[in-house]
Structure formats: structure tokens, C-alpha cells
């Protein structure tokens, strides 16, 4: 995988885990509706599927 994509993050995190909310942060979102560009490694990839309920990948 070679590139980058754009996270979103588009749900609270209010109710879930701490674990879930460290991938939040880890991915270096801020806000809600923070959109982030990240390296497309298969580490980020996890971390997004890991929170998919919560991120999501934009254009």
C-alpha cells in the first residue's frame, strides 16, 4: 500500500471503551469532525478498523 487517506471522524466516542478512544487520538483526531491525512500503512488501516463504528474514510 503506498499513498495516503483521510480519515473522518464522525461519531462521538461517549460510551465506548478506552482502547477505542486511544486509536481516536493515535489516528490524531481532535475534534468531531476533524478530517486527518494519514500514511496508508497497514498499522493506520488497523487502527481504522478497529474504530470503523466511529471514523470513516473520505475522498
Request: hydrophobic content about 40%; overall charge positive.
Amino acid at each position: 500500500m503506498a499513498g495516503t487517506i483521510k480519515v473522518k471522524w464522525y461519531k462521538s466516542w461517549i460510551g465506548y471503551n478506552r482502547k477505542q478512544r486511544a486509536s481516536v487520538r493515535g489516528l490524531g483526531l481532535r475534534k468531531l469532525n476533524d478530517i486527518v491525512e494519514l500514511k496508508d500503512t497497514p498499522a493506520v488501516r488497523g487502527m481504522v478498523k478497529k474504530i470503523s463504528h466511529l471514523v470513516r474514510i473520505v475522498d
